[in-house]
T-cell receptor
């Protein structure tokens, strides 16, 4: 296993609600990236955090936001949930400045009804 | 045009077969390249990095052609346990994934 953990495993929310997903990175890794994976698609990059700062963002609206803490764990927050936000949310940790190999957690499956 | 495009699949092959996956990418400034495998309802797992000189890991061989912006993965002597979705990944400032190619290896 990679040592990357995520919580919760599954979550059901209703449209308009807010959700917070959590990720603990692998020991020794200081960078966390978040991805959204819809059914049948590859993961789509949401954003990356390095040393508690956002370090790149994909094509996602501002209602997707995040945090990284001093211990390098991270949160993904999504406001005003929409039905299309239903997906598997993956976080991946890596060592910045390396070959960018990323190691994924098991994901949080979010269902918006 | 998608940034990373893969063979649509699915690939259904018998045990012992050799199977090849192809991938093209659009950003010529991409810096690093990977193949990940993803089992059903699981997270992607790093299979191998891909280097310009080509690299091999057991039954798996990856090739990169920067001029053609093309990446390949060859699996020899396929096993039942190789059944998964294979994701091509290209990195410049962030990781861009292809949609994946589903492989099923049958007895």
């Amino acid at each position: 296993e990679t040592g990357v953990t995520q919580s919760p495993t599954h979550l059901i929310k209703t449209r308009g609600q807010q959700v917070t997903l959590r990720c603990s990175s692998q020991s020794g890794h200081n960078t966390v990236s978040w991805y959204q994976q819809a059914l049948g698609q590859g993961p789509q990059f949401i954003f990356q955090y390095y040393r508690e700062e956002e370090n790149g963002r994909g094509n996602f609206p501002p209602r997707f936001s995040g945090l990284q803490f001093p211990n390098y764990s991270s949160e993904l927050n999504v406001n005003a949930l929409e039905l299309d936000d239903s997906a598997l949310y993956l976080c991946a940790s890596s060592v910045a400045g390396s070959s960018y190999e990323q190691y994924f957690g098991p994901g949080t499956r979010l269902t918006v009804t | 045009r998608k940034e990373v495009e893969q063979d649509p699949g699915p690939f259904n092959v018998p045990e012992g077969a050799t199977v090849a996956f192809n991938c093209t990418y659009s950003n010529s400034a991409s810096q690093s390249f990977f193949w990940y495998r993803q089992d059903c309802r699981k997270e992607p797992k790093l299979l191998m990095s891909v280097y310009s000189s080509g690299n091999e890991d057991g039954r798996f061989t990856a090739q990169l052609n920067r001029a053609s912006q093309y990446i390949s993965l060859l699996i020899r002597d396929s096993k039942l346990s190789d059944s998964a979705t294979y994701l091509c990944v290209v990195n410049k400032n962030d990781m861009r994934f292809g949609a994946g190619t589903r492989l099923t290896v049958k007895p």
